[in-house]
């Protein structure tokens, strides 16, 4: 106890930065799209070092926990409760992510400025220390202010961190970058159900494991969560989503960045199915998996009992060439139809990432290759990044190592801006593809299509408006990337990057209101007009018997190499050649037991 006899108290702040629009002025939303699994994870350790006691029996710890994507952050009130005499406490800016990183400094530079302890950890600070020979500039700037760093993940040694801000004792650096901890049996992500209602659809999220075992060039998860994939138990998994059930909440995204090497896989989705059917509820989960999970055995069809209605798939591209230099060996172009039919054929829906940038790409590939896309692959939602040298990823290094300019700005390693140079593209040029792929492919022709096919495979067309509207309307509309969206856009005319001016309310108030004006006015004509082509889609007779080249069934001999997909390069050609030798090899093998048996 204190001096006075009274119980010593800890605040910790947990908050999950934004970044700055073009603007200088902070994403946030009514409500995300997107939840944030590093926060409900940091929340899930803490309560657990709260409920044990770790900081000492006298130690009384409030927690407060923010995700700035949806929660105006109350820094003056953050600022007068931990300037409260004999109040002591840590604000913590967590899962920050290199564009993320400006923000991330801007807030703590306030709070440093009234003499709060601040420390600052996610895939920037990690991605940095573990790749990097030395501290860039804008770490080295964070330890000059006196904020802490904090690399690597918090299971079994949170609360030694806790330890030190509460005697005022913290180290300029944590690095854990070479001790990963396990994760099973540890406290599980989790939320409660007012921070989780902020997200839009009331999603929840945790990781049932995290590293992956591949080597892409351009991913910072090999790097910063490690190569040797550790996992949680089914068990585990269970008690975090009764945890979720009980204050409400059944909509869940696992955010393994491979959920089909988990090796807990089919326990986990047996639990859940299992859970499913007792409770009765309408579970609904989104996974992200490789291009190979369809070939697991009975993978697809747990996934469906389990309640997976969405599935992120790391397509990427569909020159092997461009694959082959980003080190994504295991993406196989040959397999591509035959897994997007595998997940239609479960009414599962199916994202797919994919990557403009590439060494071999120009705008003329880039539009060709888009518009193969839409004839021959069955995919709903396509999402599109630019290629981006993220700090914590071998590009990045590589490109560090040797000099290469790369743009200082970090705000904008956001996937959706240049950041680097192209040897067959000029930067305009390379930011001009970027924003007509999404008009590419989101054209009405394509929507039409989409919806038709959702129809022929039991699915309901109305799915893809809701997701046209998400992923379409917000590019089109909003400006950003979807996966940076949300639920109607705020804007605080005070919290502006600190490198721009603050505007006068006479031109901010104004602006601002035409801005929600000019943006909603068309979004909702957009909405009103794909509705009635979906429910006239809907309708039609006609489209119960639609078909395409998407979706003609891939034979037991393989893809038929008359595709363009595979004839439009000497690597897709190569590819195909390849999968019909082994496809042959195979059935000579299947043969060979019947002809000896006779």
Known sequence: MSANGCKQRFVIELIKP????????VIQWAKAWVPSNTLSSLYGITLDVMERKLLGPDVEVELNAYDETNTILPIKDIIARMTTPGVKGIVCLV??????FPRAMDLAKQFRAKGLQVAIGGFHPSGCLSMLPELPPDLQEALDLGISLYAGEGEGRLHLFYLDALNEELKPIYNYMNDLPGIDNQPTPYLPESLVRRYGGSVACFDAGRGCPFQCSFCTIINVQGRKSRFREADDVERLVRANIEQGINRFFITDDNFARNKNWEAIFDRLGDLKEETGLPFSIIIQVDTLCHKIKDFVPKAKRAGVARVFIGLENINPDNLMAAKKRQNRITEYRLMLQEWRNHQILTYAGYILGFPA?????????IEVIKRELPIDILEFFCLTPLPGSEDHKNLYMKGVPMDPDMNIYDLEHVCTGHSLMTKDEWQGIYNKAWELYYSDDHLETLMKRMVVSGNKPERIWAHALQFAGCIRFEKVHPLQGGYFRRKVRTQR????????PLVFYPRRVWEAVSTYGPFAWYAIRLWFKCQRIKRDPATKSYTDLALTPVTDHGEDESLEMFAHTEAAQAAVAKAQKESAAREKRAKEPVAAAE
């Open 18 to 25: 934004s970044h700055y629009d073009d603007d200088g002025y």
């Open 95 to 100: 899962g920050v992510q290199s564009n993320q």
């Open 361 to 369: 790409d120009t705008p003329e590939k880039i539009a060709h290759d």
């Open 497 to 504: 990057r600190s490198t721009l001016p603050l505007e006068s």
